[in-house]
């Protein structure tokens, strides 16, 4: 059966840590693996991966991807408080559709 | 500016009622979905479409009908609803293939309680 587990399911740090989000899948036909950003309402998009060891950056939020074994990771350098919020994995496979982790809190405390 | 939006943004029903969760998305998208979240499930795919009179059952869909008569609504009916049924819905939108990264926009949601 396709998954994506991601892990820890929560987390609580200071500001100025470095947190590392996981994500790991046994998906069929894989695509594309989308990390989404979640406060308390609609999820929305940081990165797509989709090929292993080419990092993906967006200021002090980074990602990865290993399709070997297979997962993927995003790193949180210098976390603050607006960092807080439920970090959403996905998977895309066949044409277009998603199978979705179900989550990481995270939250950073002052 | 493009957007999706749902509504109501809050519902709440009885068992045995028929609901309708309205989308509506600006995007001029033709890939759009339907997902249930719940604590400890993440999202979950109730039901997609890849454009007009396409519609595609997804992992949950048990209970659950959509319609897609243009490319902007896609409006999700519960037939008789369920206490099962309680979660917050989200409806997204993507474009189709070829054309980036196959990113989801997702609407505010709608949180629906059935008593």
């Known amino acids: 059966e396709d998954k994506v587990v991601q892990s820890p399911l929560s987390l609580v740090v200071h500001e100025g840590d470095t947190v590392t989000l996981n994500c790991s899948y046994e998906?069929?036909?894989?695509?594309?693996l989308l990390w989404y950003k979640q406060e308390k309402k609609a999820p929305t998009f940081l990165f797509m991966l989709t090929s292993s060891g080419i990092e993906k950056k967006s200021g002090r939020l980074s990602s990865i991807l290993d399709k070997k074994e297979p997962f993927s990771i995003l790193n949180i350098t210098a976390t603050q408080t607006g960092d807080s919020a439920v970090y959403l994995c996905?998977?895309?496979?066949?044409?277009?559709?998603?199978?979705f982790g179900s989550g990481t809190k995270l939250n950073v405390k002052p | 500016d493009a957007e999706i939006t749902q509504s109501p943004r809050h519902k709440i029903t009885e068992t045995g009622r028929q609901v309708t969760l309205a989308c509506h998305q600006t995007w001029n998208h033709n890939n759009m979905f339907w997902y249930r979240q719940d604590l400890g499930h993440g999202l979950r795919l109730i039901h997609y479409s890849y454009g007009v009179q396409d519609t595609n059952k997804g992992e949950v869909s048990d209970g659950y009908s959509v319609s897609r008569s243009n490319t902007e609504d896609l409006p999700l009916t519960l037939e008789s609803a369920a206490s099962s049924q309680t979660s917050v819905y989200f409806c997204?939108?993507?474009?189709?293939?070829?054309?980036?990264?196959?990113?989801?926009?997702f609407g505010p949601g709608t949180r629906l309680t059935v008593t």
């Open positions: 997204a939108s993507s474009e189709s293939a070829g054309t980036g990264t196959y990113e989801q926009y």
């Open positions: 996905a998977v895309r496979y066949n044409f277009n559709k998603f199978y």
């Open positions: 998906v069929t036909n894989f695509r594309s």
